[in-house]
């Protein structure tokens, strides 16, 4: 007897003395109530402050199945009838009991219609309004099951090979076990007034309706300029599309900025997401870690755009709140929202590029015209064009505008997800891609200012030096590596210095300098002016172009290179590819006469981090420029005037220096679609016949000046598939960009 009340009290005080601590816990959880607090995603903001995204915070009252079908009424009178007559529940017959339920079962069920009545109220709802809500939560869910009863039958018929009555796989489903919403998107009065019933609630004991209903986080993401309306003065435009009548046209763009701003899902069990940041992570002794701004499932992340590559960022951390059973007291964790991502767009200067690039008639710079080329076949005419913008400030390498022709919103993705992924239409246009970042294309003769400043400053040739153009590079094989001159006229240019040679856009003399440069040196400078590498502008996914990997000299692909690619690089083709990103990032070094500054779609970003110095020859730039200006500005440049418009000028805006370079890239066949999606007389649009047929990409890049400015301000970069003449096609979506410019401030 001694030795087992010594064990006791020994064990009596190991409890209360050595383990009290965890007692203590233990007996503090089960007195606590913890409620989780959600976060405010943080807001994206073009670098004007308006907001692009924003989180609106909103609470739904959600009612527990069984208070919607009846059943938690008739639980309740089961389990008090039950108690009532327990010594005899089990020998009574089941009308009997039926008969002592329905004793109770109007108790419970005036509760439950006293708790509808209050949200009827708090909610500001006709009952006959509930009645509608509550009829439609119940036939949602019958509907589903009749759906899902189904499956599973016909799937244990061809499992079992044997029949299956429907009774056999009538389960409840998940729905059933789940809150749905009564109230939506309540106000912050009717919020306080749930949460202080449901508090109260939660320090009964008894079953109170109420312990069935929750205030279930219904926050929003919204992008208040998702949708513009622009009126476009067409005044400018080339003389064909100025209207006939009136020169305004009114265009919405919907979807502004969906591929840059991007979207937020709710994470899926199959996310990896959690698994990388977890809300609840166990130590190696068993305590749990709460990560405030870890992942659970039904949380919200970036999809795409700048919501997910800056989700690190936005994502900020949920709260929490303990209630004390004992003695009422609350305690709160205040969530710590997400901070605003600030970006380099001028959202309206994007609205008004966006429209000039839309693929509207009433507009008619993005479809194929009679202007374009010189061998146009009239059934290619109206054609919708592919194509991208990217506008620069060369001073801090910011992106005030990046378009992607075509588009899409979030409109569509949510009332026609496959269309953009298995249709014919998206699978040869490609909307989901993000063309300024995702696409590469070869530069053509956009690259030869990049080749000659890189040449005068690499020594290759002296800045008085000509190079005589007779057509082709060998005259005696005129065929290979000719003069776009030679091939149209067989004349050549004769002899050239650099900027005549940019005026003009002479191959031979381009040519002549990938000759003299080599692969290897040719590669070097191209790199270095950002070509073949990612600019890691703060988006994602991004094409990191194409340049010969020279550090890799023995794989297959480098030692089918040589001098003959060299030469091609030296006109934009061959094994050289850039992003319109990329270009804007190499025609702003050029500017600043050296200096790669990598572009950036964040605003106020550090600049010495992304700038990688150098220095370009200063005459060599000077000369460049001075080749560029006249291509817009002289009578023989490229980049002047439209032929086929009795020579009308590309450039029409006064008060602004244009040195400029146009470009017709030569690209491979694609599959273009030859009904243009137009639409038959009842409504239907036509089948889509596909034929395979060539094109060159039509580059245009101008380096822009503002009036009383000393130095180069911006970098406008078009590009447009399969088009045509650089100059027809792009130069005079360049000049409208000009005129947006000015519209909103720039110039």
Same mark, same amino acid.
């Given at each position: ?72 009424? %008739? ?20 009308? =009997? ?5 329905? =004793? ?47 499956? #599973? ?19 409840? *489903? ?11 998107? *309540? ?22 309706? #109420? ?21 476009? !003065? ?56 709460? !990560? ?16 997910? $590559? ?40 994007? &609205? ?10 009433? *507009? ?6 009679? #202007? ?17 913008? @990217?506008?620069?400030? @060369? ?60 040449? %005068? ?100 692909? $480098? ?23 990329? &270009? ?44 560029? %200006? ?8 490229? $980049? ?98 000009? #005129? ?8």
């Amino acid at each position: 007897m001694f030795v087992i009340c010594l064990v006791l009290a020994v064990q009596l005080i190991f409890m209360t003395i050595a383990r009290s601590g965890h007692w203590k816990s233990q007996v503090q959880a089960r007195l606590t109530i913890k409620r989780f607090i959600p976060t405010v995603r943080g807001r994206i903001l073009d670098r004007r402050g308006r907001i692009l995204a924003e989180d609106r915070p909103a609470y739904d009252v959600a009612v527990h199945y069984d208070l919607l079908c009846g059943r938690w009424a %008739y639980r309740m009178a089961y389990k008090q009838a039950k108690q009532d007559h327990q010594s005899a529940w089990y020998d009574i017959s089941t009308d =009997e009991r039926e008969r002592f339920i329905s =004793e109770h079962l109007p108790t419970y069920q005036n509760q439950v219609n006293q708790m509808f009545q209050v949200l009827a109220r708090l909610g500001k709802l006709t009952p006959e309004e509930l009645e509608q809500r509550k009829a439609t939560v119940l036939a949602k869910v019958a509907k589903l099951k009749t759906i899902l009863w189904s499956y #599973w039958r016909k799937k244990a018929i061809k499992d079992t090979e044997q029949p299956v009555k429907l009774s056999e796989v009538a389960l409840p *489903i998940a729905e059933e076990r789940s809150h749905h919403p009564i109230l939506r998107a *309540i106000t912050g009065p009717v919020r306080l007034q749930i949460e202080q019933i449901l508090t109260e609630v939660l320090m009964e004991e008894s079953d109170s309706v #109420w312990k069935k209903v929750r205030l279930v986080d219904s926050t929003t993401r919204a992008y208040p300029l998702d949708t513009f309306l622009l009126e476009v !003065d067409r005044s400018t435009f080339p003389s064909p599309l100025r209207g006939p009548i009136q020169s305004v046209a009114q265009i919405t763009i919907n979807g502004l900025g969906t591929h840059l701003i991007g979207t937020t899902r709710r994470i899926w069990a199959k996310d990896k997401a959690p698994k990388r940041r977890p809300f609840i992570r166990k130590r190696m002794n068993e305590h749990t870690i709460i !990560d405030y701004g870890g992942y659970q499932l039904g949380d919200r992340l970036g999809a795409w755009g700048i919501e997910r $590559s800056r989700e690190n960022t936005l994502r900020g951390s949920r709260g929490e709140r303990w209630l004390n059973r004992e003695t009422g007291e609350v305690q709160t964790r205040e969530p710590i929202p997400g901070q605003d991502v600030v970006l380099s767009l001028d959202i309206q200067l994007q &609205a008004r590029i966006a429209a000039l690039m839309s693929r509207d008639p009433n *507009i008619g710079l993005m479809r194929q015209q009679f #202007w374009h080329r010189a061998d146009i076949d009239p059934a290619d005419l109206g054609r919708p064009l592919n194509g991208a913008v @990217v506008v620069l400030d @060369v001073h801090s390498g910011e992106v005030l505008a990046a378009v992607s022709t075509p588009s899409y919103s979030r409109q569509d993705l949510k009332d026609k997800p496959s269309s953009f992924w298995t249709s014919d239409w998206a699978m040869i246009n490609r909307p989901q891609i993000f063309r300024p970042l995702a696409m590469a294309y070869p530069p053509g003769s956009t690259i030869k200012p990049i080749a000659l400043a890189s040449a %005068y400053t690499a020594g290759l040739i002296r800045h008085g030096d000509a190079i005589v153009c007779k057509g082709a590079l060998d005259m005696s094989r005129p065929r290979r590596n000719r003069c776009w001159i030679f091939k149209h006229n067989m004349v050549g240019h004769g002899p050239m210095v650099g900027h005549e040679a940019i005026c003009v856009s002479c191959n031979v003399f381009f040519y002549t300098l990938g000759k003299r440069f080599g692969l290897e040196k040719q590669n070097l400078w191209y790199r270095r002016l950002g070509l073949g590498e990612k600019t890691n502008c703060g988006l994602t996914p991004e094409h990191r172009g194409q340049l010969p990997d020279m550090t890799k000299p023995l794989s297959p692909r $480098s030692q089918k290179l040589g001098l003959q690619d060299a030469i091609q690089m030296g006109i934009g083709q061959g094994p050289v590819e850039w992003t319109p990103i990329q &270009a804007a990032g190499a025609y702003a070094a050029l500017a600043r006469g050296g200096n790669l500054i990598s572009p950036t779609l964040l605003f106020n970003t550090d600049i010495a981090s992304r700038q990688t110095k150098f220095k370009l020859d200063p005459k060599g730039v000077q000369l460049v420029l001075q080749g560029m %200006y006249e291509s817009v500005h002289s009578r023989r440049g490229t $980049s002047h005037h439209l032929t086929k418009l009795d020579h009308e000028l590309i450039f029409n805006i006064p008060d602004v220096r244009i040195m400029g370079k146009s470009g017709t890239a030569t690209a491979g066949a694609r599959w273009i679609d030859a009904s243009y999606g137009n639409a038959k007389p009842d409504g239907k649009i036509q089948p889509h016949e596909v034929n395979k047929e060539p094109g060159d990409h039509a580059w245009f890049i101008c380096i822009v000046q503002r009036r009383g400015s000393t130095t180069p301000d911006f970098v406008i970069v078009v590009v447009a598939e399969y088009a045509g003449s650089g100059g027809a096609v792009s130069g005079p979506i360049a000049n409208q960009i000009l #005129w947006a410019m000015r519209q909103e401030g720039y110039l």
